[in-house]
């Protein structure tokens, strides 16, 4: 499933799982041709209620496949959207924790990049298929708009892209995870200029 964020991804759950099981719930009645003009008229309904254009948008005929994907959020507006979680008072008598020992187990963001994030709710895979070499490996350089990953939700094999150069510093996720959306996949360090 496409995400849609918000009540919108409620209808989603709903009213498009409605509308897609008629399209591949038909055993061999009807032609390649016909299962992708509903199918198109499925992803018309998706747009509208997304209300914004996707940043990819592949169709594959043979077996009817139809990719979309949209940028992630800005890192702010994720950042801002996460719950801080609370802090836990010490029992009385108990020693306060050591500041030092605190920042250490903080990752400092700009030693190993900024996080690029699940498109969309599914699972997550590294390569184009079982067995083949992932898309990208940590120590690598890539440039905006670059394949790193796929999500796949509901039969649709979702690309996952870099929002930016950068030098691949983590994989935060393994190969058949499943992820939320805006969930960290990567970190991705600035790439050094001159």
């Known amino acids: 499933m496409v995400d849609g964020g918000g009540d919108n991804g409620r209808l989603l759950t709903t009213e498009l799982a409605d509308a897609w099981l008629p399209v591949f719930d038909r055993g061999g009645e009807t032609s390649p041709r016909q ?10 309904e998706l747009l509208a209620l997304r209300g914004e254009r996707p940043t990819t948008f592949n169709v594959r005929i043979g077996d009817v496949s139809i990719e979309l994907g949209w940028a992630p ?3 702010a507006a994720a950042a ?22 605190e920042a250490a187990a903080e990752p400092e963001p700009a030693e190993e990049g900024e996080p690029v994030t699940a498109p969309t709710v599914g699972v997550f895979y590294r390569a184009p298929s079982p067995g083949a070499d992932p898309f990208v490996r940590e120590g690598e350089t890539v440039a905006a708009g670059q394949q790193l990953g796929i999500v796949e939700a509901m039969k649709l094999m979702i690309p996952v892209e870099a ?18 959306y805006a969930e960290p996949l990567f970190l991705l360090a600035p790439v050094e200029v001159g």
């Not at 299962?35 to 018309?44: D, F, I, M, Q």
């Not at 996460?82 to 030092?100: D, F, H, I, S, T």
């Open 163 to 180: 929002d930016r150069a950068g030098t691949v510093t983590r994989v935060l996720r393994a190969d058949g995870d499943a992820v939320e």
């Open 73 to 75: 959020p800005p890192p």
């Open 35 to 44: 299962l992708l003009r509903e199918a198109a008229a499925v992803v018309a």
């Open 80 to 101: 801002a959207s996460a719950a801080a979680p609370a802090a836990v008072p010490a029992p009385a008598g108990a020693p306060a924790p050591a500041p030092e020992a």
